[in-house]
């Protein structure tokens, strides 16, 4: 009679069962069984345990733990993709045999940025792979004849159309590539596991099987997910322990702007992000990202400059808000690249600490170029951005006509906090002009930095 090879393992309470049920018959909980492999039974398996009680049987040796001190710290050579932000996201380039999930929205430019990777690294000499499960050999083709522009090696990746897992491990161990892009986890397909690809189970069994042959054959893989904007959870999220480094790819994908960065590293900082741009050639690492956005910044009421730290860089970006009267109880509150938590906040700390009330207002807050800065200094953009677009007032520092420049906290009490790196924010302000910049340094209090930069004078004084 043959055993299923399958259990269904409730993530809550471990409960395994053969068959799935929507309701876990263990705990009561729902939707928290997950399709595992069964584990490795067999004839010997009642004997082995039998009696052992978790404690060694015989047959197994003892590991031997090292001092620190005595560990050999010999650094292996990294695999350079020649894309700057990628590598530098990466700290440094690729750790040969490492794992690498690259999240991000359909639509992104996953593929686009991983066959570019790839096409790099050929044209550097290295063995590479791209499996997609994704789209046909053809339609990979017809992508990287659109960048050859911009990476010459893009024509000599090769590439295998497959979601048979069993298929790809083997391909694997025959090819032995240096490099190897999964596009995308969710599309592979375990053929013991009965779940659906996508499936938690099949997400978790692809990647730890493909773990399993890249850590024994130095192979540095680079796994490509879908994140949808819930942050699925059949996702990559239930891989980001499992993996060495996990890279999200966002923005919005109608908009030119995509940021890369880490949010997980075991061989570099999670600081890092790269700025790129989505063009008819591919994908552009934008470098003066800072020139662009103040160059675009408008100067307008709801207008003002943030400059953010990105990792260990300092970017500028213009951060617009517009209020307006709203029919809808509540009104809405709607922000682009901030984080939300942090709008209610600050126009909380508006209302109570500088008399400017959204009360009934619809409040829209956003990042121009569909960058996002999910960092507590952008508080006094949010606040300064609000207070200019409630008022109808253009910011104005020192009778300049140049975009006003701001970065801090806002604390509870109406003061403004430090935040890390001041210097090197204003140090980039002051590079392309902006001479005033409302800090924390300069402003004690956010009324400080409101007097500072909003004329009492009403709009219209023309
Ligand atoms: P893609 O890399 O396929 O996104 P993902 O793998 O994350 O789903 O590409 C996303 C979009 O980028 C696609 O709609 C087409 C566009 N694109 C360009 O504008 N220029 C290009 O050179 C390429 C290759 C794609
Ligand atoms: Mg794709």
């Not at 799935?20 to 067999?42: I, S």
């Not at 700057?84 to 992104?108: K, N, Q, T």
């Not at 906090?417 to 590079?431: I, L, M």
């Amino acid at each position: 009679m043959a055993r299923p090879t399958t259990v269904h393992v409730c993530s809550e309470c471990g409960h395994s069962s053969v068959r799935w049920h929507g309701q876990c018959p263990g705990c009561d909980a729902w939707n928290t069984l997950v399709e595992e492999r069964a584990p490795v039974t067999g004839a010997g398996r009642g004997r082995d345990r039998g009696g052992a009680g978790g404690v060694a049987g015989k047959g197994v040796r003892a590991g031997t733990p090292t001092r620190l001190a005595d560990v050999s710290t010999e650094r292996v050579p990294r695999l350079l993709t020649a894309i700057g932000e990628l590598d530098r996201v990466l700290g440094g380039g690729l750790v040969p045999g490492s794992l690498v999930l690259l999240g991000g929205s359909p639509g992104i430019g996953k593929s686009t940025l991983t066959n570019m990777a790839l096409g790099n690294l050929a044209a550097a000499g290295r063995r590479t792979l791209y499996v997609s499960g994704e789209e046909s050999a053809a339609q990979i083709r017809l992508r990287a004849q659109r960048l050859i522009g911009a990476t010459s090696g893009a024509l000599d990746v090769p590439v295998l159309a497959e979601t048979d897992l069993d298929t790809i491990l083997a391909t694997l161990r025959a090819e032995r590539p240096e490099v190897v892009v999964i596009d995308s986890v969710q599309t592979m397909h375990a053929a013991d596991l009965t779940g659906a690809p996508g499936s938690v189970g099949q997400v978790r069994e692809t990647a730890a099987r493909i773990m399993q042959v890249a850590k024994a054959d130095g192979i540095a893989v680079l796994l490509v997910g879908h994140v949808t904007k819930e942050g699925s959870l059949a996702g990559p999220r239930v891989l980001e322990h499992l993996v060495d480094c996990v890279l999200q790819f966002e923005g919005e994908r109608e908009r030119t702007y995509r940021t890369l960065r880490a949010l997980k590293n075991r061989f570099g900082s999670t600081n890092e992000a790269g700025v790129f741009e989505m063009r008819s050639g591919g994908l552009v690492e934008v470098l003066d990202a800072s020139a662009r956005f103040v160059a675009e910044a408008t100067g307008k009421p709801g207008s003002v400059i943030l400059a953010a730290m990105e990792g260990s860089r300092p970017l500028l970006v213009e951060v617009q808000a517009l209020v307006s009267p709203s029919e809808l109880v509540p009104p809405r509150r709607v922000v682009n690249g901030l984080d939300r938590n942090r709008l209610a906040l600050v126009l909380a700390v508006l209302g109570r600490h500088a008399g400017i009330g959204a009360g009934s207002a619809d409040v829209f807050v956003n990042v121009v170029g569909g960058v996002r800065v999910e960092e507590p200094g952008a508080d006094l953009a949010i606040a300064l951005a609000v207070a200019s677009a409630a008022r109808g007032v253009p910011l104005q520092a020192g009778g300049a006509r140049r975009p006003v420049a701001c970065f801090g906290e806002l604390g509870l009490t109406g003061e403004l906090r430090t935040v890390g790196h001041a210097d090197r924010r204003a140090a980039e302000a002051a590079k392309f002009g902006l001479r005033h910049v409302i800090s924390p340094e300069s402003a004690p209090t956010l009324r400080d930095a409101l007097r500072a930069v909003l004329s009492a004078r009403a709009p219209q004084a023309a």
